[in-house]
Antibody, heavy 118, light 112 residues
Framework: EVQLVESGGGLVQPGGSLRLSCAAS????????MNWVRQAPGKGLEWVAN????????YYVDSVRGRFTISRDNANNSLFLQMSSLRAEDTAVYYC???????????WGQGTLVAVSS | DVVMTQSPLPLPVTLGQPASISCRSS???????????LNWFQQRPGQSPRRLIY???KRDSGVPDRFSGSGSGTDFTLKISRVEAEDVGVYYC?????????FGQGTKVEIQ
């Protein structure tokens, strides 16, 4: 069974930085686009960023472009999200999500909570 | 960005009865390859989302056949033929045709 396990969340002050990680297993990680999707407490889902299989193409939602960087390490089956200049509105559970083909995502991790507060 | 609008937002349902959720997009979701990348997800309380339907009507493995998706262009529907207690949760549509991918606001299904 596909497994995606996020880590790295926590409490950070506004303007601070945080690096999220996602450990993938039970599938050939290097063949898939990967995504970060977030969910603010009690709110809906928002796609944040994604990255192509070899890490050369990256896309971001406007609200995080220039502050967040998505990356991957195919040798270690890992996905990352480097977040900087964090704002209160970035507070959310961040999910690592696999994209099996164009236009869709299938497997989701359990999520890691990022709380931005002073 | 493509705006996805779901209705209703709260959906009180009766066990054993049908239920239907509408999802409308602000632009056509037909991609240049002819496919329509409209997905439906279920999020049960305290859980991560789970994909139910992709490409409008393709049901995922393990998803009960009481769930079905339909629609075209800008208008889509998720139907539950007979609601069961385990169907309680929030349902989201998501378009994967245009960057950035966007979700509907979520429809909360609860037993009345």
């Amino acid at each position: 069974e596909v497994q995606l396990v996020e880590s790295g969340g926590g409490l950070v002050q506004p303007g601070g930085s945080l690096r999220l990680s996602c450990a993938a297993s039970e599938f050939t990680f290097s063949n898939y686009w990967m995504n970060w999707v977030r969910q603010a407490p009690g709110k809906g889902l928002e796609w944040v960023a994604n990255i192509d299989p070899d890490g050369s193409a990256k896309y971001y939602v406007d609200s995080v472009r220039g502050r967040f960087t998505i990356s991957r390490d195919n040798a270690n089956n890992s996905l990352f999200l480097q977040m900087s200049s964090l704002r209160a509105e970035d507070t959310a559970v961040y999910y690592c999500v696999r994209a099996p083909e164009m236009g869709t995502v299938d497997y989701w991790g359990q999520g890691t909570l990022v709380a931005v507060s002073s | 960005d493509v705006v996805m609008t779901q209705s209703p937002l709260p959906l009180p349902v009766t066990l054993g009865q049908p239920a239907s959720i509408s999802c409308r997009s602000s632009q056509s979701l037909v991609y240049s390859d002819g496919n329509t990348y409209l997905n439906w997800f279920q999020q049960r309380p305290g859980q991560s989302p789970r994909r139910l339907i992709y490409k409008v009507s393709k049901r995922d493995s393990g998803v009960p056949d009481r769930f079905s998706g339909s629609g075209s262009g800008t208008d889509f529907t998720l139907k539950i033929s007979r609601v069961e207690a385990e169907d309680v949760g929030v349902y989201y549509c998501m378009q994967g045709t245009h960057w950035p991918w966007t979700f509907g606001q979520g429809t909360k299904v609860e037993i009345q």
